[in-house]
Nanobody, 115 residues
Framework: QVQLVESGGGLVQPGGSLRLSCVASGFTFSAYAMSWYRQAPGKQRELVARISSGGSTNYAYSVKGRFTISRDNAKNTVYLQMNSLKPDDTAVYSC?????????WGKGTLVTVSS
């Protein structure tokens, strides 16, 4: 059974940091590109960051220089380190795995940036 379980969300003040984790099971994690998406209230879901199976990374312009995606294949885990958080970063962050037309989604974790 495929599972993607996110954790690490919560309430943080502007300028603060959070690290999200997504633990995968039920598929060959190392062979999949992993991504973090987010959806803010009333907005479309958007890609935040992606890391390929080989470790190449891509970021949305809005988070470049502030967020870092990484993966630990031994732990079947992908991370999103978020620094210098802004109120506009408030959203549900979801983990996504993809390979050759097959993809899986986690349920998401809520990040709220507010003073």
């Amino acid at each position: 059974q495929v599972q993607l379980v996110e954790s690490g969300g919560g309430l943080v003040q502007p300028g603060g940091s959070l690290r999200l984790s997504c633990v995968a099971s039920g598929f060959t994690f190392s062979a999949y590109a992993m991504s973090w998406y987010r959806q803010a209230p009333g907005k479309q879901r958007e890609l935040v960051a992606r890391i390929s199976s080989g470790g190449s990374t891509n970021y949305a312009y809005s988070v470049k220089g502030r967020f870092t995606i990484s993966r630990d294949n031994a732990k079947n885990t992908v991370y999103l380190q978020m620094n210098s958080l802004k109120p506009d970063d408030t959203a549900v962050y979801s983990c996504h795995a993809a390979k050759f037309g097959m993809d899986y989604w986690g349920k998401g974790t809520l990040v709220t940036v507010s003073s």
